[in-house]
């Protein structure tokens, strides 16, 4: 009966896994909405299944992991075309730029998060770290990375100057993303199933306080400005907005379907959020904490991240293998692609959910 139990276990947090990485079949993409205060300007076609977004704004490239294809494709934002792809783990997820130079890629299939460095787009190291890793945040005052564990319901604290674990961190269950606030030099971190956000110390590396938000809080990001993190709540279509200062939710505000991802804008004051259930970008004024604006994008929109040199927001859209590029500027047909990847797949939601639940079975009969 134990060995059934922690079958299940392991299944469900596979499914659980997969349905927040957001990979998915194909969906046909949406036409874009007019007259919103942003609007896509550019799509660009990478194939596979695009989740993790980064901004990298030494080189003025965004980064962009692949599910599908084991791979982070790096665009640049000049012309908003592919310009390398870079072969890193299994189940690449959650991405995050360090800035000494290097980006961070989490592999949630294999267990381990790639260095890649931004001067030649290869992988120079690769760390092993907890169960499931998906979302990534850097904290540069220390030099340190911290990855969420999903399936491990730990974060593990990487040295970036020896790309090394140098601490684990118990927190809630199903961690998916860490968002780290440098006024108080801590980690907000999403714990998926408990509902909650953990509140890490990076001098100490242990929470200090718990947060409870929304349902499945996925992702987050940091509004400096006005010193509140705001939580996608992906079961709830809502985003809690949580006080730095207190730690407590001052805000709720309701968004598309299950709101996946954050970016925080600082030359409008907005947040973006991504809804991964009806293909739309949730705008929000950081002053009055209300939905401005929505942007119709792709399919399955998940990672999202804000491209300060340009004023843009990127967004990966993770059923039809496209990033939408978004500003407020008006809009244009402009298009870059690279050759698809075939239409006809096993999707990658499927292929998450049995690689996880195969390793948890293997392990299980190695014990037994």
Known sequence: MGDHRHLRLAASRALLLAALVLAS????????GEGQTQQVISTVSIGGGPAGVAYDPAKGEVFVTDLRNKTVDVISDATNAVVARVKVGTGPA?????P????????????????????????????????????????????????????GDTVSVISDSTNSVIATVAVGRYPYAPIYDPAHAEVFLTNALDNTTSVISDAT????????????PTGG?????????????YLGGTVSVISDETNTVVGTVKVGTHPTDVAY????????????????????????????????????????????????????????????????????STSSSVPEFPAAYLPAVALIAIATAALGSRRLRAKS
Not at 118 to 128: I, P, Y
């Open 221 to 233: 990001a940091l509004d400096p400005a006005k010193r509140e993190v705001f939580v996608a709540d």
């Open 25 to 32: 079949a194909p969906l046909a993409p949406p036409a874009h």
């Open 265 to 332: 804008d600082p030359s409008d004051g907005e947040i973006l959020v991504t809804n991964a259930g009806n293909d739309t970008v949730s705008v929000i004024s950081d002053a009055t904490n209300t939905v401005v604006a929505t942007v119709k994008v792709g399919g399955q929109p998940s990672g999202i991240d804000y491209d300060a040199a340009k004023g843009e927001v990127f967004a990966a859209n993770n059923a039809d293998g496209t990033v939408s590029v978004i500003s407020s500027a008006p809009a244009s």
């Open 94 to 98: 959650g991405l995050a730029y360090d």
């Open 100 to 151: 000494q130079g290097e980006v961070f890629a989490t592999n949630a299939l294999d267990n381990t998060t790639s260095v890649i460095s931004d001067a030649s787009d290869t992988v120079v190291a690769s760390v092993k770290v907890g169960g499931g890793p998906t979302g990534v945040a850097c904290d540069p005052s220390k030099g340190e990375v911290f990855v969420a564990n999903y399936l």
């Open 205 to 216: 590396n242990t929470i200090v306080a718990t947060v409870g938000v929304g349902g499945g």
